[in-house]
C-alpha cells in the first residue's frame, strides 16, 4: 500500500496546526529560543515552560514530550536537530534521528497525526534540500513500517523549503 497519502505539505504557522502532536525544532536545553521555537512558546503561553523546564535538556537527535497547552495541537514533541558544521559531524544522522525519535514518541502516545517544521534549516543551518531529503526519506521509511501516527505533516514556513518539498514529491509519488 501507499505511503504517499500519508504524507502532507502544508505552507504555514506550525503553531496554529490541529495535529495532535507539532514538532518543535528546539535545542538541547528545552528552555525556549528564537525561530520555531519562540513561535511556539509564545502561542502556548508560559505553562510550556514550566513543564520544559522539568525534562532535563534534550541531547541531539532526541525527543521530549509535553502538552501544548494554549495550543490547538494537544502535544508538543521537542527534538533537537544538529547545528550544520561542514557535514562530517554526523549532522545526516542526527538529523534523521530527530525525525525518527519524533515519530516514535508519536506512536508510544498514540498520536494520530503529527505536524514537523524543517528541523534544522534556520538559525542551525543545514542545507535546505539536503534537509528535506533527509526528512522524508525518514519519514516515508517510517511509515512504511509503522501505522501510527497515520498522518505526518510538513508544516513549511519558507518559500524556498516550500519549494523543494514539492520538487522533491512530484518525484517520489
Ligand atoms: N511555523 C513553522 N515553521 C517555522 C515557523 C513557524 N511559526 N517559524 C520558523 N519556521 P529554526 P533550527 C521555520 O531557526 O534551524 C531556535 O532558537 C523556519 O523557516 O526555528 O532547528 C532554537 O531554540 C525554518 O525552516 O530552527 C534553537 O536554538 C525552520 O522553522 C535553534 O533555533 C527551522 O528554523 C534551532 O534551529
Known amino acids: 500500500m501507499t505511503i504517499w ?35 511556539i512558546h509564545r502561542a502556548a503561553g508560559p505553562a510550556l515552560l514550566s513543564a520544559c523546564r522539568t525534562l532535563g535538556g534534550c ?6 514530550i509535553t502538552r501544548g ?17 561542514g557535514g ?10 530527530a525525525y525518527r ?6 506512536r508510544e502516545y498514540e498520536l494520530k497525526s503529527i505536524a514537523f517544521p524543517n528541523i534544522s534549516t534556520g538559525v542551525y543551518g543545514f ?11 525518514e519519514v516515508s521509511s517510517y511509515l512504511k ?6 498522518k505526518v505533516i510538513f508544516c513549511i514556513f519558507d518559500q524556498e523549503n516550500f519549494d523543494i518539498y514539492q520538487e522533491i514529491f512530484q518525484r517520489s509519488e
Do not use: F
Not at 541531547?59 to 521530549?64: D, L, Q, R, S, V
Open 88 to 97: 562530517h559531524k554526523k549532522e545526516a544522522y542526527l538529523l534523521a534521528s
Open 145 to 150: 513500517l509503522n501505522s501510527l501516527p497515520e
Open 59 to 64: 541531547a541531539t537527535g532526541e525527543a521530549k
Open 5 to 39: 497519502n500519508r504524507i502532507e505539505i502544508i505552507r504555514g504557522d506550525i503553531t496554529l496546526m490541529t495535529a495532535d502532536a507539532i514538532v518543535n525544532a528546539a535545542n538541547n536545553s528545552l528552555l525556549g529560543g528564537g525561530g520555531v521555537d519562540g513561535a
Open 101 to 106: 525519535e519524533s515519530l516514535l514518541l508519536a
Open 127 to 137: 542545507p535546505k534540500e539536503m534537509a528535506a531529503e533527509i526528512a522524508i526519506e
Open 69 to 85: 497547552y494554549r495550543l490547538p495541537a494537544k502535544w508538543v514533541i521537542h527534538t533537537v536537530g544538529p547545528v550544520w558544521r
